[in-house]
T-cell receptor
């Protein structure tokens, strides 16, 4: 099946620094990728839709200047958490739509990236 | 997209069938039923989906009632590795094209030895 890879899987940073998380589709082209955030014992919350070659679409309540998304190629989207604070500590998960499977809408998820801000 | 209702948790004995229910009483004609699961500290994994027909694959079976207002995911022989949070998601054909998935709280399935 289609594979989506995230890097890094775990990252610890100091408060005030910026952290970049990469999301790659390994065996298909993804014009659309999604970024989710998940706090402990909670469900996934959609943060934004990343579109290749255009600006990301953010969900209500998500600060676009705080969470910078870049989707510069058909296989790579990045999420940068700027000026991270302890409350940004979370599990960040990306997903990509494999348009090579028309009609199914199958969404493939990365392994997730656990961010801890000290 | 239609909302879904799932029990927060369920237990199942190892080797027995796990039947996970989902109510989606406000589902409309062009909305699909999707099931994903999330094993602890991993990304969600696609299980199965259907518009209205019952479906079976190597992982599970999906049974949708005739009125499409509810469905059941069946894991025929649950193993300890099936312990996870199972999400039932209803999504329109339009949303299927965009890929957007909105997750509810899901059902935590605990498979016990």
């Amino acid at each position: 099946g289609a594979v989506v890879s995230q890097h890094p899987s775990r990252v610890i940073c100091k408060s005030g620094t910026s952290v970049k998380i990469e999301c790659r589709s390994l065996d298909f082209q993804a014009t659309t990728m999604f970024w989710y955030r998940q706090f402990p014992k909670q469900s996934l919350m959609l943060m934004a839709t990343s579109n290749e070659g255009s600006k990301a679409t953010y969900e209500q309540g998500v600060e676009k200047d705080k969470f910078l998304i870049n989707h510069a190629s058909l296989t790579l989207s990045t999420l940068t958490v700027t000026s991270a604070h302890p409350e940004d500590s979370s599990f960040y998960i990306c997903s990509a739509l494999d348009r090579g499977r028309p009609g199914t809408g199958e969404l493939f998820f990365g392994e997730g990236s656990r961010l801890t801000v000290l | 997209d239609a909302k879904t209702t799932q029990p927060p948790s369920m237990d199942c004995a190892e080797g027995r069938a796990a039947n996970l229910p989902c109510n989606h009483s406000t589902i409309s004609g062009n909305e699909y039923v999707y099931w994903y699961r999330q094993i602890h500290s991993q990304g969600p994994q696609y299980i199965i989906h259907s518009l209205k027909n019952n479906e079976t694959n190597e992982m599970a079976s999906l049974i949708i009632t005739e009125d499409r207002k509810s469905s059941t995911l069946i894991l025929p022989h649950a193993t300890l590795r099936d312990t996870a949070v199972y999400y039932c998601i209803v999504r329109s054909a339009g949303s299927s094209n965009t890929g957007k998935l909105i997750f509810g709280q899901g059902t935590t399935l605990q498979v016990k030895p």
